[in-house]
């Protein structure tokens, strides 16, 4: 497990070594917990993400059941994500019915911007934990008045990792990057764009302050995802959201 959040990451998979030293080989990853040990963290970590799939299935099924088209948004911290739904929200209220899940670890900041734009929302606080699981969208469903045929929104907590692993039961992740935090973010942390369907770079009315390379920024997430579809967006000045807003409305 993750020592730090608990979120089930292998320890097996941890390499150390210094710039220009080769790869090391797997069994010298330079980790030091036994065969048994490790074989306890893969059980743990299979119980964990196979609960948690078991929940997302379910999840899956009522979304499925009520033609609810649910997007689980996910980013760094301050990425733009709550800025990027209240934007969505005003663009298409009249249009589509739509909801917000918010996950942060603390306050109802999100969910009360969100509330102010007049839709359905519900914030989720995970305490010390890093990511939304399928168990907590499950409950907050419970006190979301979901029409049929709307857009759910799930603002997951800003991470760029440990949300990659929970299937929250959604039709597609959204990872969203801004300009001001460095083209090289897909090659980093590669599980999380592997896992997304579709990426915001947000923020590009800075791009003139910024040294943000988009045309590397796509190229680096499509390597690591040769299906990522990207939508070059500013949440501030409204700039590029028409094609992300088609994009919404193509998929319900
Ligand atoms: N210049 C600029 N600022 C933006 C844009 N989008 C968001 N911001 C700003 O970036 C900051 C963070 O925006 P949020 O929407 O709160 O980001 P978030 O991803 O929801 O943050 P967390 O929920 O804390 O992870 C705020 O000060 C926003 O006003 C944009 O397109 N351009
Ligand atoms: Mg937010």
Same mark, same amino acid.
């Given at each position: 497990?993750?020592?730090?959040?608990?979120?089930?990451?292998?320890?097996? !998979?941890?390499?150390?070594?210094?710039?220009?030293?080769?790869?090391?080989?797997?069994?010298?990853?330079?980790?030091?917990?036994?065969?048994?040990?490790?074989?306890?963290?893969?059980?743990?970590?299979?119980?964990?993400? @196979? /609960?948690?799939? @078991?929940?997302?299935?379910?999840?899956?099924?009522?979304?499925?059941?009520?033609?609810?088209?649910?997007?689980?948004?996910? !980013?760094?911290?301050?990425? @733009? /994500?709550?800025?990027?739904?209240?934007?969505?929200?005003?663009?298409?209220?009249?249009?589509?019915?739509?909801?917000?899940?918010?996950?942060?670890?603390?306050?109802?900041?999100?969910?009360?911007?969100?509330?102010?734009?007049?839709?359905?929302?519900?914030?989720?606080?995970? @305490?010390?934990?890093?990511?939304?699981?399928?168990?907590?969208?499950?409950?907050?469903?419970?006190?979301?008045?979901?029409?049929?045929?709307?857009?759910?929104?799930?603002?997951?907590?800003?991470?760029?990792?440990?949300?990659?692993?929970?299937?929250?039961?959604?039709?597609?992740?959204?990872?969203?990057?801004?300009?001001?935090?460095?083209?090289?973010?897909?090659?980093?942390?590669?599980?999380?764009?592997?896992?997304?369907?579709?990426?915001?770079?947000?923020?590009?009315?800075?791009?003139?302050?910024?040294?943000?390379?988009?045309?590397?920024?796509?190229?680096?997430?499509?390597?690591?995802?040769?299906?990522?579809?990207?939508?070059?967006? !500013?949440?501030?000045?409204?700039?590029?959201?028409?094609?992300?807003?088609?994009?919404?409305?193509?998929?319900?």
């Amino acid at each position: 497990m993750c020592d730090s959040c608990g979120c089930s990451q292998p320890v097996n !998979s941890v390499t150390i070594r210094r710039p220009g030293q080769a790869m090391p080989a797997p069994d010298a990853a330079g980790h030091h917990h036994s065969h048994q040990a490790q074989g306890r963290v893969v059980e743990v970590r299979e119980a964990v993400l @196979g /609960k948690n799939d @078991g929940i997302a299935a379910h999840n899956r099924e009522f979304f499925k059941e009520r033609r609810i088209v649910a997007f689980n948004l996910v !980013s760094s911290p301050g990425s @733009g /994500k709550t800025t990027i739904l209240e934007r969505t929200i005003r663009a298409l209220r009249e249009e589509i019915p739509m909801a917000v899940i918010e996950g942060d670890q603390q306050t109802m900041l999100d969910a009360e911007r969100i509330d102010a734009t007049g839709v359905p929302v519900v914030q989720v606080n995970t @305490g010390a934990g890093c990511h939304l699981d399928a168990d907590m969208v499950h409950q907050a469903l419970h006190q979301l008045d979901l029409g049929e045929n709307s857009l759910l929104f799930i603002e997951n907590v800003g991470n760029l990792v440990c949300p990659a692993m929970f299937d929250l039961g959604e039709a597609a992740k959204v990872v969203i990057i801004s300009v001001t935090e460095g083209e090289d973010k897909p090659l980093k942390y590669p599980a999380m764009f592997d896992a997304a369907s579709l990426c915001l770079i947000n923020k590009t009315d800075l791009l003139p302050h910024v040294d943000f390379d988009v045309a590397r920024c796509r190229e680096y997430g499509l390597r690591v995802n040769h299906h990522l579809e990207f939508f070059e967006i !500013s949440a501030k000045t409204g700039e590029g959201m028409p094609a992300w807003l088609d994009w919404l409305r193509s998929q319900i």
